[in-house]
């Protein structure tokens, strides 16, 4: 896929059969039989567990509980999926708008309750200003490449409100990679960065088209917020090289 991918053409590319929310509404409507399975340019199969993403706030991973125990305010979860992350906010009595690309994702979401809902891809949203803005699951990979991460950082500042803050987590994810003679780790030289991944989703007899999918170190993350005016704090480390990160803008 060309580098000049944007994490919004990443969008129609990763929509175009819709196969997270096709997933999804199988599960809501109990017809659940099998899983999602990715595939990813590190030559990887993987599962992506239907009930994973129905996950109460007690079964999620605790870089997840701690960055919705920050959230403070109206808050935005971009890339809501099912609405987990969104209806514990809801319960908490915050304001908080479930946002997806995914038509299939949002039906689920409010069929679970979920009050505040948009079906529509990040760039495009044009609603109101929030105190936090909530991207959980490695959200951050909507920006398909580094290069993507400065239209990614652009668009979310023009969300926040004064004072507001950017709650992201991502990976590491170096350790995929094997050791060479010298003690560090070998990477093909395919991409520019270790951390840009192209994956493929397959549910029952759809696949869709390959489509990027960014994993950031911390170290690249903190540089490139500071190059778009956002500062960078390192909030948790989890325990397999995965951590949060809270961004607000530079004064």
Request: aromatic letters at 10%; proline letters at 4%.
């Amino acid at each position: 896929m060309p580098k000049s991918e944007t994490f919004a053409s990443r969008n129609t590319i990763i929509l175009n059969k819709d196969i997270l929310g096709t997933a999804l509404l199988d599960y809501q409507h109990g017809n659940y039989n099998e899983d999602i399975i990715t595939y990813s340019s590190l030559e990887e199969e993987d599962v992506l567990p239907l009930p994973y993403m129905f996950r109460s706030f007690k079964e999620m991973p605790k870089i997840e509980q701690k960055a919705l125990n920050l959230c403070k305010g109206k808050v935005l979860d971009v890339g809501c999926g099912a609405g987990s992350h969104s209806l514990h906010l809801q319960e908490k009595k915050l304001n908080v708008i479930g946002l997806d690309a995914s038509e299939g994702a949002i039906k689920v979401c409010a069929s679970r309750g979920l009050k505040n809902t948009v079906h529509t891809d990040l760039l495009s949203y044009q609603g109101h200003k929030f105190d936090t803005i909530l991207i959980l699951m490695n959200g951050v990979g909507i920006a398909g490449t580094l290069k993507g991460l400065s239209p990614f950082f652009h668009k979310l500042t023009t969300l926040l409100d004064d004072g507001g803050q950017i709650l992201l987590d991502s990976s590491d994810i170096i350790y995929m990679f094997e050791n060479d003679e010298d003690g560090g780790y070998w990477i093909p030289d395919t991409t520019d960065y270790y951390g840009e991944v192209n994956f493929i989703m397959r549910y029952k007899k759809e696949k869709s088209e390959p489509f990027p999918w960014l994993y950031v170190d911390y170290n690249t993350l903190q540089r490139a917020a500071n190059f778009n005016n956002l500062h960078c704090e390192l909030v948790m480390e989890g325990e397999h090289y995965d951590y949060l990160a809270r961004l607000t803008p530079m004064q």
